[in-house]
């Protein structure tokens, strides 16, 4: 059964550094989606992806944010400057043909930063 | 600004039904009732969706009652495996996001 895969499954980095976030959603989806979940809250949607540009954000998707797809295959989150608060889990999504249908959630990314 | 309503936690014997309310007494005539589960820390997983009829798959049914104000998901076996917390959600069709809420934890027991 296909499945959208992320790397790293744990990423630690220092106040202040750039992190990349990858995800390889589902190869037919065509909608793409980051969540994050702060330990112990809930899973709070970020942006989503469609057509090679953005489609909606959240409040939380400042300036600090970025994504891009820069292949056929990867998804990508950025985060130019990470403050300890961007310490959660990361969560990539896909959904196929239209964005009403269901999501499929990768397995998260782990981000501390210390 | 939660659309949705679920008990914050919920028991259930193995083999047994479980049965896991949602209310949404402000759901629009386009929005979708979706649910999906979060084992843990894992990615939440999408178990079923629908708009006013009563649907399953092979994991769960979802019974929305007539008046779209509540639904149920139920669980016809549960197994320790079940063990997860359940989110209940309200989508309008076009809409890209999923709102999660704090959902149901459910705990599976032997």
């Known amino acids: 059964e296909p499945e959208v895969t992320q790397t790293p499954s744990h990423q630690v980095t220092q106040m202040g550094q750039e992190v990349i976030l990858r995800c390889v959603p589902i190869s037919n989806h065509l909608y793409f989606y980051w969540y994050r979940q702060i330990l112990g809250q809930k899973v709070e949607f970020l942006v989503s992806f469609y057509n090679n540009e953005i489609s909606e954000k959240s409040e939380i998707f400042d300036d600090q944010f970025s994504v891009e797809r820069p292949d056929g295959s990867n998804f990508t989150l950025k985060i130019r400057s990470t403050k300890l608060e961007d310490s959660a889990m990361y969560f990539c999504?896909?959904?196929?043909?239209?964005?009403?249908?269901?999501?499929?959630f990768g397995p998260g990314t782990r981000l501390t930063v210390t | 600004d939660a659309k949705t309503t679920q008990p914050p936690s919920m028991d259930c014997a193995e083999g047994r039904a479980a049965n896991l309310p949602c209310n949404h007494s402000?759901?629009?005539?386009?929005?979708?009732v979706y649910w999906y589960r979060q084992i843990h820390s894992q990615g939440p997983q999408y178990i079923i969706h629908g708009l006013k009829n009563n649907e399953t798959n092979e994991m769960a049914s979802l019974i929305i009652t007539e008046d779209r104000k509540s639904s149920t998901l139920i669980l016809p076996h549960a197994t320790l495996r079940d063990t997860a917390v359940y989110y209940c959600i309200v989508r309008v069709e076009g809409n890209n996001d999923m709102r999660f809420g704090a959902g149901t934890r459910l705990t599976v027991k032997p």
């Open positions: 999504a896909s959904s196929g043909g239209r964005p009403r249908i269901e999501q499929y």
């Open positions: 402000t759901i629009s005539g386009n929005e979708y």
